[in-house]
């Protein structure tokens, strides 16, 4: 494809991924929860998912897709009420300074495992956009050239890009977070990943109704 075609492929991927949706709700709570380095492994988990979405698509199952739907309602339901689930949890959490725990801003400990996964589970229970990639695409893609290896560079720019991004939003997040260790904004804490988390289950939840 042109040069021009594909920046503006990327400017426009960029614009996407910026705005906020479930899965950087996701990131930015466990950023203010457990730190940068804990929201990057949950961007692990959301790229993960991103690569099983981008090679359904990049191999055109649309029919399986079809076939699966009734399945994806399911999951889709389960990925809300388990986001809201923490999210309330985490609202209704005891105030506690994270500064006094273990002595840093570490945090109440919580397995990479279960991070990694949150994340897989989010963006994988979010079908809408396996829709979305399949009708965005097609866009940037030049008739006029074999269409396989411009799906596959597309895939594979669209992956790195939403990668770097919400990465971005992992460490910003965690940036944040010194400024909110206090006990006396513990409460408030809680209440930020709380209302982001909920805020996360919410937008799949509309997504389920678009």
Not at 107 to 125: C, D, Q
Request: aromatic fraction near 10%; glycine fraction near 10%; charge should be positive.
């Amino acid at each position: 494809m042109s040069l021009e075609l594909y920046l503006a492929f990327i400017a426009s991927t960029a614009v996407l991924i910026l705005i906020p949706g479930p899965a950087v709700a996701l990131i930015v709570a466990n950023a203010l929860a457990h730190g940068s380095r804990g929201a990057l492994v949950s961007v692990a988990g959301v790229s993960t998912a991103v690569v099983g979405q981008l090679i359904v698509v990049g191999f055109g199952m649309a029919s399986a897709m079809a076939l699966l739907a009734e399945w994806f309602e399911w999951l889709r339901w389960l990925g809300v009420a388990y986001l809201v689930y923490l999210g309330l949890r985490q609202w209704r959490a005891a105030p506690i300074a994270l500064g006094d725990v273990a002595g840093s801003l570490d945090g109440p400990k919580v397995s990479r495992a279960r991070l990694y996964w949150t994340g897989v589970i989010v963006n994988a229970t979010n079908p809408k956009t396996l829709f979305f990639y399949a009708a965005f695409f097609p866009q940037f893609i030049d008739p006029l050239l074999p269409a396989g290896p411009q799906i596959a560079t597309l895939c594979v720019t669209f992956l790195v890009v939403q990668t770097l991004l919400d990465g971005t939003y992992a460490i910003l997040g965690g940036r944040l977070r010194p400024w909110l260790a206090s006990r006396a904004r513990a409460r408030m804490r809680n209440r930020v990943t709380g209302g982001l988390l909920i805020g996360a289950g919410l937008g799949l939840a509309l997504a389920r109704r678009s």
